[in-house]
């Protein structure tokens, strides 16, 4: 395929395709925390991340939920929709951990009544800060129409893989999503993997997610490949 390097990630490359509405995404071999300030170069990882987000979107997509994937060309190369991508992390938490009990000096563990959904602005050089909803409106980042909806698809898709992970004993602690546009429709884009997930074993409750790695608890290669067995043998 001939292919022009459009843009380099952090755990991703993406390439402008032939087509001008598609692009190719190789996942790499690399971990990042801290917003890039630990790295490491983990031989495996890109494909077991492309493999779980390959099983998370297959189903996803089987749920009538609408999605920038294509097709899956290899375990570490999907072909995507180009989209027109809001500068906005979506988080959605289950329950408390990570940042949300650091800030609020909650107990981690603590399952939320409701799932709390929380943006932050996409920018490496202002770290990602929080960002609320007038905010978003007034720099014209997405309309309130738009906002809506996309609380809306989290909150579907949430509520779809809740049970996608408890299946395979895991509790889905929180999670991170990306939305672009396409013509005129709000699509889900990015990946869906233990790197931008928690995970926690339903028995034990350890990590089984990017915390391993944040937190020098574990083997992140030999977590992920687990996690990727677990599901697909759930
Ligand atoms: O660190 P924090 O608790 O705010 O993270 C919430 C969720 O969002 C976690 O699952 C984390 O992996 C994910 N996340 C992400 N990319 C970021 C920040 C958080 O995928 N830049």
Redesign the pocket.
Known sequence: MNKKLLYTGKAKDVYQTEKTDEILIVYKDQATAL?GKKKEILPGKGSLDCQISQLVFDYLIQNDINTHLIKNLSDHEQLVKKTDVFPL?V?L?NIA??????KFQVEEGLVLEKPII?F?Y?SDALD?PFINESQIKALKIADEDQLTYIKRMTLRINELLKPFFEQANFDL????LEFGRYKDEIILVDEFSP????LWDKNSHHSM???VFRKHEGDLVETYHMVLQRLKNK
């Open positions: 917003n992390e988080v938490r951990s990570g940042s949300f009990s650091r929380e932050y996409k990602d602690v929180d999670f991170k790197d931008n997930c928690r997610d990017k915390d």
